[in-house]
């Protein structure tokens, strides 16, 4: 029986895919790992790496592939793509020698746009289209070219008629917008057999990360909180009034009347990589992040446990940030905080994490919460549920809860 959704989420380091079941449930779960770049620098043919990790993803599920009855694709941003391959990714900065444009504007995009086309001049003049992250793999797989909108709020946060205008940029190449649970079609037929995938297989538009990560971890209603991490991490709290606050960014939520507010830690998972790789380096062998944390924690003298100290005192600081937005707003305050991303797998640390912030860690029933958003937008493309609200009471369970606790 065709029930499950196949989630897609394309990260910085990494593809996750799961198969989720109509209920929620996660029968399968694959991370294909990009290769670094070979220069060491950015990667600037990152896209290339994209449908063969879905397609080992893919390879990895073996006959339950056969159950999918749809696909959805999500993924980082602000990344700009050329039809080409060619990328610009979310976090690389620009040269130190690259001149470009810096005139003020509130979109997230423009600027990457304007970087994007400064060093790539010839490939932005001959694409004919210029896409974000998640749009270029779904043009990929279905030959719909698209750009996803979280909410029609987010149009400032995108592009205007007047930044296109101000910066030059050619309207026309920029695909059009769609809004979440927008069906792209049906996966090309010769690509769909070469993937593994059943024919006539529809493919719907997730959006970006951030986005379908609030959706999956339920942080949509007022006074609700989400800690989002990977390369990067982010507190995230939902409220009926949009706040303010330096070091805090706020943005429209997925759902019309509520404003997500953000504290980041732009760097935190980048971080603990780096040093996993450096340990590994030193050990002759890979070990998994398991290992990795079990070691840190029995020494509170090595300079992993010093890391991830500093980590959490991140992650703490951000919490207080939003904190004291959300009361001097006379907002309510959770008594708990919901966690997605690689950290909530490893129950040390989130414990240790727990312990330091004081408050109670809760993590859903994906740990990458982005999947379980990508399915409930694609149920809702489906038909299955006629909005975020309704899909998200079912296919949303809390798994663990974590109590802080004083350690010996």
Not at 59 to 65: Q, R, S
Request: hydrophobic share 40%.
């Amino acid at each position: 029986m065709k029930n499950t959704v196949l989630s897609v989420d394309i990260g910085s380091t990494s593809l996750k895919a799961a198969l989720i079941s109509d209920e929620g449930q996660f029968l399968d779960f694959s991370r294909q790992l990009f290769p670094a770049a070979e220069n060491g620098g950015p990667d600037y043919q990152a896209a290339g790496n994209w449908l063969p990790a879905m397609q080992q993803a893919v390879k990895e599920f073996g006959n339950t592939i056969n159950t999918v009855c749809a696909v959805c694709i999500s993924g980082n941003g602000p990344t700009i793509v050329a039809e080409t391959g060619e990328t610009l990714l979310w976090n690389v900065q620009p040269p130190d020698t690259l001149s470009y444009n810096q005139k003020k504007t509130n979109s997230l995009f423009i600027p990457r746009l304007d970087i994007f086309r400064t060093i790539f001049p010839a490939v932005w003049h001959n694409s004919a289209l210029i896409f974000s992250g998640p749009e270029y793999l779904i043009w990929q797989l279905t030959g719909t070219a698209v750009t996803i909108l979280p909410e029609k709020r987010y149009r400032e946060a995108y592009w205007t008629e007047e930044d296109l205008e101000t910066f030059s940029i050619p309207e026309k190449k920029l695909p059009h917008y769609v809004y979440p649970s927008f069906n792209a079609g049906y996966i090309k037929t010769q690509l769909a057999a070469s993937i593994g995938l059943p024919p006539d297989i529809p493919v719907f538009c997730g959006g970006p990360d951030f986005i379908v990560g609030l959706i999956g971890t339920g942080t949509l209603y007022n006074g609700t909180l989400c800690d989002c991490a990977g390369s990067s991490e982010g507190i995230n709290f939902c409220s009926t009034i949009p706040l303010s606050g330096k070091g805090l960014l706020t943005l429209p939520s997925p759902l019309p009347g509520q404003w997500n507010t953000a504290a980041l830690i732009p760097d935190s998972g980048i971080r603990f990589e780096r040093f996993k790789r450096l340990h590994e380096k030193m050990l002759g062998t890979r070990i998994s992040y398991e290992q990795l944390v079990t070691a840190i924690i029995r020494d509170k003298d090595s300079d992993g446990y010093k890391l991830l100290d500093d980590i959490a005192e991140k992650v703490k600081d951000a919490v207080e940030l939003v904190k004291k937005a959300a009361l001097s707003a006379e907002l309510p305050w959770p008594d708990h905080m919901t966690v997605t991303g690689g950290q909530a797998l490893n129950k040390q640390w989130m414990q240790l994490k727990c312990n330091l912030l004081n408050m109670d860690l809760v993590v859903k029933n994906c740990a990458q919460a982005e999947l379980t958003g990508d399915a409930i937008v694609a149920r809702i493309g489906l038909g299955d549920y006629s909005d975020i609200k309704q899909a998200s009471t079912v296919l949303i369970h809390t798994n663990t809860v974590y109590q802080p606790r004083k350690e010996p």
